[in-house]
């Protein structure tokens, strides 16, 4: 049976070009993407098709109730938060903000659970603010690999930092180290 | 409609200047603004595209201007790209992250600026019908 990876990618501002730049180094891979930026309704189809164009795996809005596939790319929508249900079922809901945003890296990661099969990733890349650090810790906390990326290739280092400072990060790296680690993790 | 307009809201002229000539250069429609409320009265008559924001300004700021543009229901259509001389945004960003989708730090080259502007607008002119 094929290992069920998951990479879970939490990101906000500076996040469409940082996406562009880590997912232009990926091959196709056995392993779910799933994106939360910080973005709103009227600008997340745009940028899925925008990393769709750049990444040689296809990208989509996630959509709710549906079951993640290896090999898929998913960005979760603006004006929800997105859960996943045992690792791998798409939960969108609909609530109050958390660290000020909709969707939350946070909530996305906090929802995860320890993989029975194959790797769980977490990632935190360049962006305002402290979201994703709960996360981050949580994800190490259940067995997942986490990394964060580094201050010299963040465009702000707001959202990398606070989760470095937490401890639970196993590596700090610039997006196309995290490509290399992805495929050296995965491959 | 196709999108290809840019605007550039600071109130240093010298910075307005500049990204006139570079915008210019590369035949990107450009429009001016010294301030917040210029920007929000060019949303009103309809400007919509990529808006370079400066944070600090007088009177109302970055982070203001961007509340006033959500608040009046003007923001669809545009992509926001904060450009600031200082290096990590204060504490009034809280709640606006969404509709910031870019950082630029002053000063920029003209080709790391073209570059994202025209990204950018590549983004913008992606129908909702088109998804990925």
């Given at each position: 049976m094929l290992k069920r990876n998951l990479v879970v990618i939490g990101v906000s501002t500076g996040g469409p070009f940082t996406l562009k730049e880590l997912f232009g180094e990926l091959?196709?891979?056995n392993a779910a993407f799933v994106i939360v930026l910080h973005i709103t309704q009227q600008m997340d189809y745009r940028i899925a098709r925008g990393l769709d164009a750049a990444a040689s795996m296809p990208v989509a809005l996630a959509v709710d109730g549906e079951h993640l596939r290896g090999g898929n790319i998913y960005l979760a929508p603006g004006g929800f938060h997105l859960k996943l249900d045992g690792n791998q079922r798409v939960v969108l809901c609909e609530g109050e903000r958390v660290n000020y945003v909709q969707p939350s890296v946070d909530v996305t990661m906090q929802s995860l659970t320890r993989p029975l099969g194959g790797s769980l990733i977490g990632i935190v890349l360049t962006?305002?603010?402290?979201?994703?650090a709960e996360g981050i810790r949580h994800i190490k906390k259940v067995g997942g690999v986490t990394i964060a990326q580094d201050q010299k290739s963040s465009t702000i280092y707001g959202m990398p930092k606070a989760a470095a400072q937490t401890g639970a990060v196993d590596f700090v790296l610039p997006p196309k180290k995290i490509a290399a680690k992805l495929i050296e993790l995965l491959g | 409609m196709n999108h290809n307009k840019i605007m550039i809201v600071d109130d240093n002229e010298y910075v307005r200047a500049s990204v006139e000539i570079i915008c210019q250069s590369v035949q990107l429609d450009i429009t001016c603004a010294a301030g917040g409320e210029e920007c929000l009265s060019h949303l009103e008559s309809g400007f919509r595209g990529v808006i370079l924001m400066d944070i600090m300004m007088p009177e109302m700021d970055g982070w203001d201007t961007i509340r006033e543009i959500v608040g009046r229901g003007l923001y669809d259509g545009n992509i926001i790209v904060m450009l600031t001389g200082m290096g990590e945004p204060d504490a009034k960003m809280d709640g606006v992250q969404e509709y910031v989708t870019d950082y630029m730090t002053k000063p920029f080259g003209p080709d790391q600026l073209i570059e994202s502007l025209q990204y950018y607008l590549t983004l913008l002119n992606v129908t909702s019908g088109a998804h990925a």
């Open positions: 091959p196709p891979m962006g305002m603010g402290k979201d994703g | -």
